[in-house]
């Protein structure tokens, strides 16, 4: 039976994940260079490119710290003491959304033109493969668990007095051919672009290079978690191209 705390962390949790999927389209419109006054590509004049690059470096590292640190389970302890277990994800999917709002934000798009498509159905067809990339994403996170991943799932059951399921190592879907199909969507979401700058050429680079040490570390705390499943699983299993490891 739901009580006031409950139903509080709930809504809560939901607004978190509304927030989360605010950011995920502001993301994907900045990133593909889509209807935004400022985008990845928007090139602007400055007097300092030093400042610019500096500018984007940070913007690149407050998504990568945050994610880095706040996927530890040390932090995940820590941040328990102050906010209610159930809490933990969404505040973790929260503060995801806020960086990535920031990074886009903070963003100094400078550089120049590197390659540009000007045949109209190459570009239709580069789009799609791009909006593909990110509904791949979308698509991977409901093979396994969409709220759960987002924080939903861990104040709801609560709230109709379920206990939270133990967690399981399975490989539905897609997860039988590479190991981490979301960061595969991401990618492709990301570099398919009809239109690249050398600002999207860091923004792009730079995500990629997070993605590949976050997999490392993520990695690790499965391997921690599952045991000889996970081993026997990456062994068997490409991490995000099928055939190439």
């Not at 600002?199 to 730079?206: D, I, N, P």
């Not at 978690?225 to 991490?239: E, I, M, P, Q």
Request: one cysteine or more; glycine letters at 6%; a positive charge.
């Amino acid at each position: 039976m739901h009580t006031t705390g409950t139903v509080l962390r709930f809504i809560y949790s939901l607004i978190c994940y509304l927030a989360s999927v605010a950011s995920l389209i502001y993301l994907i419109l900045f990133a593909n260079d889509l209807f935004l006054p400022k985008t990845v590509n928007t090139l602007i004049e400055t007097d300092s490119y030093v400042g610019a690059l500096l500018m984007n470096i940070l913007a690149l590292s407050l998504f990568g710290l945050q994610h880095s640190i706040m996927a530890r389970h040390s932090f995940k302890r820590l941040l328990t003491r102050f906010i209610h277990h159930d809490m933990e994800r969404s505040t973790y999917v929260l503060s995801t959304a806020i960086v990535i709002v920031a990074m886009c934000y903070l963003w100094v798009p400078v550089g120049e033109v590197l390659w540009q498509v000007e045949s109209e159905p190459v570009v239709f067809a580069i789009r799609t493969i791009s909006m593909l990339g990110w509904a791949f994403m979308l698509s991977a996170s409901f093979m396994i668990n969409h709220f759960e991943l987002f924080g939903l799932s861990q104040t709801f059951n609560p709230m109709l007095g379920r206990a939270q399921p133990v967690a399981r190592f399975s490989t539905p879907g897609i997860y039988k051919l590479i190991r981490h199909p979301i960061q595969t969507g991401i990618l492709i979401g990301i570099w398919a672009v009809p239109v690249s700058t050398t600002s999207h050429l860091m923004f792009a680079g730079g995500l990629s290079v997070y993605i590949l040490i976050g997999l490392y570390f993520e990695e690790k705390d499965l391997i921690r978690d599952f045991g000889s499943d996970y081993l026997a699983y990456k062994k068997r299993v490409k991490r995000l191209i099928p055939f190439i490891h």
